[in-house]
C-alpha cells in the first residue's frame, strides 16, 4: 500500500475536509473578492492551482469575483516598445499611449488567460473591463507633493490614472448568479469618455466595498506586510499602518495595496488579507483552515 492509501493518510485527509466544513457553512452565499497580482502569475502551475481554488469557491456556494493586475506585463510591453515608464507612490504615470498598452495587455491578454485557466479548471468565468456596461466610471487621481524646502504643495500629474468613483454593482451580480465568475481588468471609464488605467489593488477594493463583500484577498509576491527586521506582521488596523507608512517601512506598491485595505474595511469589508500568491493553494488554506497565513487587516 502507498502512503497516500494509508489509513493515517486518508484519515487526515477526511479531517481536512471535516475541518472546511463550519467555514463553508459560515461562508455560503457570501462574496469574496480576490485580486491576482501581475507578480503572483508568472509560474503555470500557480496559475492552475489559483484558478481551482477560484473554481472550488464557487462550487462551495461563494461568489469568488477576481480582479486582476499586470504590473510587471504592462512594463515588458511598454519596454518592448521603447516607452519609458515612471511611477510615483506605486502608481504608472499613464500618458495616452501607455493607457492604450495598459488596456490591451490588462483587458486583453492577460483577462482572457485568466478566463482560459477558471475554463480549464472547470469553471465558467465572464471576463470584464470596468468599461463593460459602464460598471466602473473612474474620475482622475489627483496626488500633491510639499517641496520639503520651501513647503510649498505642488500638484502631480499622473495623466490617466484613474480611482472607482461609481460602481454598478448590477453587472457583477448578474454575472455571479448565473453562476459565472466575474474576472475583472482594472480598466475604467471617465465622465470625460477616457480610458483610465487604475491601480488593481484599488480596483478590487472599491469592488470589494461596492458588493459588501466579506473578504478581500489581494494576492502578491510576498508573505505578507514585512516589517523593517523583514517579519511577517500578523495582523493590522487603520492606525498601525498609518504608522509604518509614516516611518517608511511600507513603500513602493505595497503603499496602495494597504490603502486599498484600509478603505475597503471603511466600507464594510469584514476583513482584507495581503497573502502570498506563490504558495500552493495560499487562499484555500486561509479560507478553510485554522492555519492563517499573510496580514489580515481589520478596522
Ligand atoms: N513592508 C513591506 N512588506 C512587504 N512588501 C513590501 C513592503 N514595502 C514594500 N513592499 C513591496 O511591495 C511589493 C508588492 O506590491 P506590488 O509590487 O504592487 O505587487 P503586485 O504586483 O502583486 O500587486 C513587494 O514585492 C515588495 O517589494
Ligand atoms: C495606475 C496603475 O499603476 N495601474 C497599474 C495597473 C496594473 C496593476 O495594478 O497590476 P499589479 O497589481 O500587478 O501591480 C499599472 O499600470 O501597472
Known sequence: MTEEFSETAMLQKAKTLTEALPYMQRYAGKTFVVKYGGHAMGDPALARNFAEDVVLLKAVGINPVVVHGGGPQIGAMLRQLGVESEFIDGLRVTDAETAKVAE???SGAINKEIVGWIGQAGGRAVGLSGKDGGFVRAAKVRRTARDP???IERILD?????????????????????????VVAPIGVGADGHTYNINADTMAGAIAGALEAARLFLLTDVPGVLDKDKQLLTD???????????????????????????SAVEAGVDAAVILDGRVPHAMLLEIFTTR????????
Not at 238 to 247: E, Q, V
Request: aromatic share 2%; charged share 25%.
Open 104 to 106: 490591451m495587455v490588462l
Open 149 to 151: 524646502d520651501s513647503n
Open 158 to 182: 499622473l495623466g490617466f490614472v484613474g480611482e472607482p468613483e461609481a460602481i454598478d454593482r448590477r453587472v457583477i451580480d448578474t454575472v455571479s448568479a448565473a453562476g459565472m465568475i466575474p
Open 236 to 262: 493590522l488596523d487603520p492606525a498601525a499602518i498609518a504608522r509604518l507608512r509614516d516611518d517608511g517601512t511600507i513603500t513602493g506598491g505595497m503603499i496602495p495595496k494597504l490603502e486599498t485595505c484600509v
Open 292 to 299: 492563517g497565513a499573510g496580514t489580515l487587516v481589520r478596522e
